[in-house]
């Protein structure tokens, strides 16, 4: 099956800093990827559509100078949460969409833990 | 009122017990269903998706849709302890480029050996 990496697994960080988590379409090419935040114990939340080539769709409430979602080429696509505080802290899963028949699967990455201390 | 409603338990069967996995919504512009098996700290790996209403089975899975009354289910037959995770299901309106996936909160399932 497809397979989808996200980088790094797990990241640290102080109040104040930025970091990057990258997303990446190992074996197929992905127009459409998706960001996604898990609180523990609670669903998937989607933060936003991302297009490669043009600006991210953010869902209500998701502030996008906050969460900055670049989509470069079609295996690679990066979100990079800004002056991260300790309530930014979750799971953030990304997506890659498939293409296939009726159905376009969403193929999920692995995670990326943010611990913002 | 959320759109998708999953029971998120915890759950825990004996190994062999039939487990029954159940979402309802509300957006009945949902016409894609899906079941997601999620790993704890791991991303989900979708299990089975079914369009429209109607029952689909692969192995010891079986997937039902019954759109009229807005109600999904998953059913495992014959549970292994490595049937335990977290079971999301997720629904969307259509299934070409760019639909967005709307999830359930997660029913936690732990199968006993």
């Known amino acids: 099956g497809a397979v989808v990496s996200q980088h790094p697994s797990w990241v640290i960080c102080k109040s104040g800093t930025s970091v990057k988590i990258e997303c990446r379409s190992l074996?197929?090419?992905?127009?459409?990827m998706f960001w996604y935040r898990q609180f523990p114990k609670q669903s998937l939340m989607l933060m936003a559509t991302s297009n490669e080539g043009s600006k991210a769709t953010y869902e209500q409430g998701v502030e996008k100078d906050k969460f900055l979602i670049n989509h470069a080429s079609l295996t690679l696509s990066t979100l990079t949460v800004t002056s991260a505080h300790p309530e930014d802290s979750s799971f953030y899963i990304c997506?890659?969409?498939?293409?296939?028949?009726?159905?376009?699967?969403?193929?999920f990455g692995p995670g990326t833990r943010l611990t913002v201390l | 009122q959320k759109e998708v409603e999953q029971d998120p338990g915890p759950l825990s069967v004996p190994e062999g017990a039939i487990v029954s996995l159940n979402c309802t919504y509300s957006?009945?512009?949902?016409?894609?269903f899906m079941w997601y098996r999620q790993y704890s700290r791991k991303g989900p790996e979708l299990l089975m998706y079914t369009y429209s209403s109607g029952n689909k089975e692969d192995g010891r899975f079986t997937a039902q849709v019954d759109k009229s009354s807005k109600y999904i289910s998953l059913f495992i037959r014959d549970s292994q302890p490595s049937d335990s995770a977290t079971y999301l299901c997720?629904?969307?309106?259509?299934?070409?480029?760019?639909?967005?996936?709307?999830f359930g909160e997660g029913t936690q399932l732990t199968v006993n050996p």
């Open positions: 957006n009945s512009a949902f016409q894609y």
């Open positions: 997506s890659a969409e498939g293409t296939g028949g009726t159905y376009n699967e969403q193929f």
């Open positions: 074996d197929f090419q992905a127009t459409t």
């Open positions: 997720a629904m969307s309106a259509r299934g070409t480029s760019g639909s967005r996936l709307t």
